[in-house]
């Protein structure tokens, strides 16, 4: 189970910081990522992070947003900073008992567990 937090209505140029507790199962080896999806648009990745600590990001969030992971309480972390209006949507995070492929860990159909969601709104 997948269960985020953090989100919320901000003012462009201002921080959020997303959480992600994941529970009921036990990853070794495992790829968590970070996903966005506005209305009318298709869901797309952010970031990601696997159990060697690779990251990977989307070009439209690098420098201003950081993934994260703390093993001791399962929390999955995305740390978003200088947010735009075009970062308004709901964020999603996901998990995967594989490693992260480079870009392929910012696709969507990898995942099978998800989160519901929580909105992040930027106002401008």
């Known amino acids: 189970q997948l269960v985020e937090s953090g989100g919320d209505s901000v003012e462009a140029g201002g921080s959020l910081r997303l959480s992600c507790v994941v529970s009921?199962?036990?990853?070794?080896?495992?790829?968590l990522g970070w996903f966005r999806q506005a209305p009318g648009k298709e869901r797309e990745g952010v970031a990601a992070?696997?159990?060697?600590?690779?990251?990977t990001y989307a070009d439209s969030v690098k420098g201003r947003f950081t993934i994260s992971v703390d093993n001791q309480e399962n929390t999955l972390y995305l740390k978003m900073n200088n947010l735009k209006p075009e970062d308004t949507a709901m964020y999603y995070c996901?998990?995967?008992?594989?490693?992260?492929?480079?870009?392929?860990?910012?696709?969507?159909?990898?995942?099978?567990?998800w989160g519901p969601g929580t909105q992040v709104t930027v106002s401008s």
């Open positions: 996901a998990a995967d008992d594989r490693f992260c492929l480079g870009r392929q860990s910012l696709s969507a159909a990898r995942f099978p567990s």
């Open positions: 009921g199962h036990s990853y070794t080896d495992y790829c």
């Open positions: 992070i696997d159990s060697n600590g690779r990251t």
